[in-house]
Antibody
Framework: QVQLVQSGAEVKKPGASVKVSCKASGNTFTSYALHWVRQAPGQRLEWMGWIHAGSGNTKYSQRFQGRVTISRDTSANTAYMDLRSLTSEDTAVYYC????????????WGQGTTVTVSS | DIQLTQSPSFLSASVGDRVTITCRASQGISSYLAWYHQKPGRAPKLLIYSASTLQSGVPSRFSGSGSGTEFTLTISSLQPEDFATYYCQQFNSYPLTFGGGTKVEIK
C-alpha cells in the first residue's frame, strides 16, 4: 500500500520560491505518476501537473507553465514541486497524489502542505 | 480547458436520505471521471473512478453513473460520516480539472 508523506508548512515572501517534497513508501515508486494539486482557501481543487516517477516525463498545466517544476529523486522515492515568483494568490494547501494502480482517479494522497505567501 | 459544473453547490440532508449530485462537462469526456469527498482539513478521498467503478474499500452505498457530458454520484442512504464536500474530476484531457464542489450538510 503506497503512502505519501509531504514536507511541512512554509511561509514565504512575495517573489520567493517554495519547494515541497512528497515521499512515497514501498518499492513501486518508479511505476506510477505523481500529481500535484492545490487548493486555495475556499476554492476548488486545481491540478498543477504530474511526473512519471520512472521515466521522469512531466506535464504541466498551462496556468503554471514556466513557474513550476516537478522533479523526482528515485533513490529517495521522493517527488518535488518547485513554484517560483510567489504571490499572495499562491497561498494554498498543496497536495501530492498518485494512482499506483493506473486508475483514472487519484487513489493515494499526501497529507497536504500549507504554503502561505505574505509580506 | 474542460469545465466541470456540479449541482447543487450545497445540499442539506438527513441521515438515511438518498442523495444525488450531478457533474456536467463542457465537452464529452467519455467515462474519464472520478468522484472524491473531502472533509475539512483533510485530503480528498477517491470514491469512484472511470465514472462508475467503486474504489476498493468504499462502501457500496456510493455509486456513480454517466458518460459523455453528464454524470451522477448517488449515496443511497446518507451516513453521518458522509457529510463532506464532494468533487468530480475529469481525466479525459489536460489540464485535468475539478468541479466546484458540492457541500453536503446535516439538515
Amino acid at each position: 500500500q503506497v503512502q505519501l508523506v509531504q514536507s511541512g508548512a512554509e511561509v514565504k515572501k512575495p517573489g520567493a520560491s517554495v519547494k515541497v517534497s512528497c515521499k512515497a513508501s514501498g518499492n513501486t515508486f518508479t511505476s506510477y505518476a505523481l500529481h500535484w494539486v492545490r487548493q486555495a482557501p475556499g476554492q476548488r481543487l486545481e491540478w498543477m501537473g504530474w511526473i512519471h516517477a520512472g521515466s521522469g516525463n512531466t506535464k504541466y498545466s498551462q496556468r503554471f507553465q514556466g513557474r513550476v517544476t516537478i522533479s523526482r529523486d528515485t533513490s529517495a522515492n521522493t517527488a518535488y514541486m518547485d513554484l517560483r515568483s510567489l504571490t499572495s494568490e499562491d497561498t494554498a494547501v498543496y497536495y501530492c497524489a498518485a494512482n499506483p494502480g493506473g486508475l483514472y482517479g487519484m487513489e493515494v494522497w499526501g497529507q497536504g502542505t500549507t504554503v502561505t505567501v505574505s509580506s | 480547458d474542460i469545465q466541470l459544473t456540479q449541482s447543487p453547490s450545497f445540499l442539506s440532508a438527513s441521515v438515511g436520505d438518498r442523495v444525488t449530485i450531478t457533474c456536467r462537462a463542457s465537452q464529452g469526456i467519455s467515462s474519464y471521471l472520478a468522484w472524491y469527498h473531502q472533509k475539512p482539513g483533510r485530503a480528498p478521498k477517491l470514491l469512484i473512478y472511470s465514472a462508475s467503478t467503486l474504489q476498493s474499500g468504499v462502501p457500496s452505498r456510493f455509486s456513480g453513473s454517466g458518460s459523455g457530458t453528464e454524470f451522477t454520484l448517488t449515496i443511497s442512504s446518507l451516513q453521518p460520516e458522509d457529510f463532506a464536500t464532494y468533487y468530480c474530476q475529469q481525466f479525459n484531457s489536460y489540464p485535468l480539472t475539478f468541479g466546484g464542489g458540492t457541500k453536503v450538510e446535516i439538515k
